[in-house]
């Protein structure tokens, strides 16, 4: 099973900075030599790495040495050979080594998941519940209850969790404290220091930070530009859920803006004298295009469902050809449509991606965006832009926080190899 993102940026081909050390230069060679591995198409021999690095092969074949014995990669099949010699065994990312866990807080679930060092999703749990009565407290209990089952779940397959992200619908700083998460009723909650009464999330990595926690729509972005090709990229990614999020990447890197906290689509104005948003605004995205917006629109508001499953009834009502479901998609995706035209016109992006709760509704909601960038967007008549549905769907800020946990191991396998040592 093919990983679920290419490793991009993870070979480092520029010389490091400064005077270079002997334990520097072993850093940086574990470095390159990992991320060959990580990014080639096939399992490279030991031969092709001193080929492709400029490495001797005594240095590649020692660091290959340290990278096995820190189970960081592991040897593939042989490859049949019909000449001389013994065949050679390429190398792979292991799948039995460190792993990371992404966490999600969100308006009505809560998530764990746990990927590997090759991109794998070894565990996802999701639990239904509204928590907007809930305490910031007992949430976080909950969700370090769903993150114990994860890390028992990952020791059973020889996994151990290097380090975790938390993805939460709102402003968070770099401390991880929750500035305001409106649709929660957050407002400077310390999610580390609440996290950290109960037992560890994950091993001690040196170099991995323990926790991180980030906004759910940056960390949904991180999950699909990993999860598509290989290459640069700039696209919006947008999680639909109870609130509106979206993540911005330009270039191949997530654009945080100056303190972090950009991509507050939801709250964007789309009529001024509009509906009263929980941000204290009026007529934001959020009240038009948000989940449960377009439920009440479609007369699913009432219907005793968890969202996940209204949502597949209205996508079912849909496609059935239900009047009220194709008005309330249709009603949503121009507000949508609204918001994204002036983002594209402000950026200059040209992919659009519908992630979380809008993805399985994308066959009814992008007819109404793409009409909304064509008659808005100056440049839509020379350079079209691309609207699709998310790779990942409904897990990706979990999968992404799993993600770029491995991704710091790849970048500086050290770290973990001085605690597997």
Do not use: K
Not at 219 to 230: D, Q, S, V
């Amino acid at each position: 099973m093919a990983g679920l993102w290419h490793c991009q940026g993870v070979t480092r081909p520029d010389a490091p900075p400064g005077p270079v050390r002997q334990g520097s230069l072993r850093e940086w060679n574990l470095a390159v030599v990992l991320g060959r591995i990580a990014a080639a198409d096939r399992p490279p021999s030991r031969a092709e790495l001193a080929a492709g690095t400029g490495l001797t092969r005594a240095t590649v074949s020692a660091v290959v040495e340290d990278l096995l014995a820190g189970r960081l990669v592991a040897e593939a099949e042989p490859t049949p050979r019909t000449g001389a010699g013994r065949p050679s065994r390429g190398l792979v990312l292991a799948t039995d080594g460190p792993a990371g866990l992404g966490l999600e807080v969100n308006v009505d679930y809560l998530a764990a998941c746990v990927v590997d060092l090759a991109g794998r999703v070894r565990h996802h749990t999701v639990h239904r519940a509204d928590l907007r009565p809930v305490s910031p407290a007992e949430a976080l209990a909950r969700l370090a209850d769903l993150a114990a089952r994860a890390r028992a779940d990952a020791a059973r397959e020889g996994l151990t969790l290097a380090g975790a992200a938390l993805a939460v619908p709102g402003l968070v700083d770099d401390a991880g404290l929750v500035r305001l998460a409106p649709n929660l009723g957050w407002r400077d909650v310390p999610v580390p220091a609440l996290l950290a009464e109960g037992p560890p999330l994950t091993a001690h990595v040196d170099g991995v930070p323990p926790l991180v926690v980030d906004n759910e729509a940056n960390l949904a972005a991180l999950g699909e530009l990993h999860a598509g090709p290989a290459g640069r990229a700039s696209f919006l990614h947008i999680s639909g859920e109870v609130g509106i999020g979206a993540g911005i990447v330009l270039d191949g890197a997530l654009f945080r803006g100056a303190r972090g906290w950009s991509g507050e689509i939801g709250h964007l104005p789309i009529r001024p004298d509009g509906p009263p948003c929980r941000c204290g605004g009026r007529g934001c995205l959020e009240t038009y295009t948000g989940q449960e917006a377009i439920l009440a629109a479609a007369g699913l508001a009432g219907a005793d469902l968890p969202a996940d499953t209204a949502t597949t009834r209205l996508a079912e009502l849909a496609g059935a050809g239900d009047p009220g479901a194709l008005r309330a998609l249709a009603e949503a995706g121009t507000a949508l449509g609204v918001a994204v035209a002036g983002v594209v016109n402000l950026l200059d992006l040209d992919t659009v991606v519908l992630g979380g709760g809008y993805a399985p509704l994308a066959p009814w909601l992008r007819p109404p965006v793409l009409a909304e960038i064509s008659r808005r967007v100056l440049t839509a008549a020379w350079s079209p832009v691309t609207v699709r549905p998310a790779s990942l769907g409904a897990p990706a800020a979990a999968v992404g926080g799993a993600g770029s946990v491995v991704r710091r191991i790849l970048a500086r396998p050290a770290g973990w190899l001085a605690r597997a040592a």
